[in-house]
Every structure is written in structure tokens, then in C-alpha cells.
């Protein structure tokens, strides 16, 4: 036994077949992830790539031993020359929480700066209490990041070009205040 779709059924079903297919074979809104290209150490030097971790929307000094060395704004990044040697990385207000970069000649290494969101519990229960989940979530994403929670990591060639990807280069110099 059989049951016959009517001609209807049958038009609407492969409308929409065709419609969910034309959805997927639309390239127009892709968009090839930008080559990226690394710099090259000249011999006996090495170059240390500086990264600011997404989400993180306060500009950022970097500091390499004690003395500035970029000004990282959101989603950038910046690469430095340098001689072979160990150096101390840390940012402002953050001397504590900084890391030691052992550099090599002809060496190309990577490091990222992250901090945690500062979180404002009493601020978050009350928008949620009063007016609901949405406001609550609101407050959250306004944090600012946590000054004092900010470190630096090492990173792998990978996780560095994908921070590149959706980074912006910027020259490694600092302008006067």
C-alpha cells in the first residue's frame, strides 16, 4: 500500500530542496583568509612576535625589559627585532605576571597577552533580578578586562596566525605621552 503526495506536496518539497541547495553553493559572501606572511630574522638576530588575545578592547603597552616597546591597540599585533638574549615581557600593571623569552639567533618566536574579565557579581545579579537574563548578559560582556590579570604566553606558529588572521600589524614603536 502506497500513499500517493499530492502534485503540491510534491512541488513545495523540491522548492525547497533547490532552495536550501542554492543556499549552500552561494560563494559570493566568502571571503580567503588572508595569507600570512612572516618575517624572516636577519642572521644573528631573531624576531618575537607580540599578540593581543581576542575580546580584550583596552589598547595595551608592551613592555620588553622594563622599557616600552609597543602600543598594542584591539586585535593587534606587532613584531620586534632583536638580538639573541633573555628577555622580560610584561605590560602595564602588570610586572609581576610578565614572562621570560629566551631568544636564539634566527629564531621566530610568538607570544600572546591576556587577561581575564574583571566580573562585577553583585552588578551582574542585580541587572539579571530586575531585568532579566539579557540585561544580566549585558553587564557581563561590558567588563572591561582585568588590568592586573593580564600574562603573557608562548604560542605556537599556528595559534599565531590565527590571531594574525583576524589582527591587524602594527609598527613595534611607542609615541610619547
Known sequence: MSIAMPASRHVAAWAISLAL????????SFKKP???????????????????APHDSTEVVAFVN???AA?????AYTALTLPPGTYGLATAGTGTQG???????????FVYVSGVMATHTQAIGLATAFAGPLAGLAVMAG?????????????????AR?????GTFVAPS????
Open 34 to 52: 588572508q595569507d600570512i606572511v612572516w618575517m624572516d630574522p636577519a642572521p644573528e638576530q631573531s624576531v618575537l612576535y607580540l599578540f593581543r
Open 21 to 28: 541547495l542554492g543556499g549552500c553553493a552561494n560563494t559570493s
Open 66 to 68: 622594563g622599557a616600552a
Open 162 to 166: 590565527g590571531l594574525a588572521s583576524i
Open 174 to 177: 611607542v609615541s610619547s605621552q
Open 99 to 109: 614572562l621570560n623569552v629566551e631568544l636564539k639567533a634566527g629564531e621566530r618566536r
Open 71 to 75: 602600543r598594542l591597540p584591539a586585535s
Open 143 to 159: 567588563n572591561p578586562t582585568d588590568l592586573e590579570s593580564r600574562r603573557w604566553t608562548e604560542c605556537s606558529d599556528l595559534d
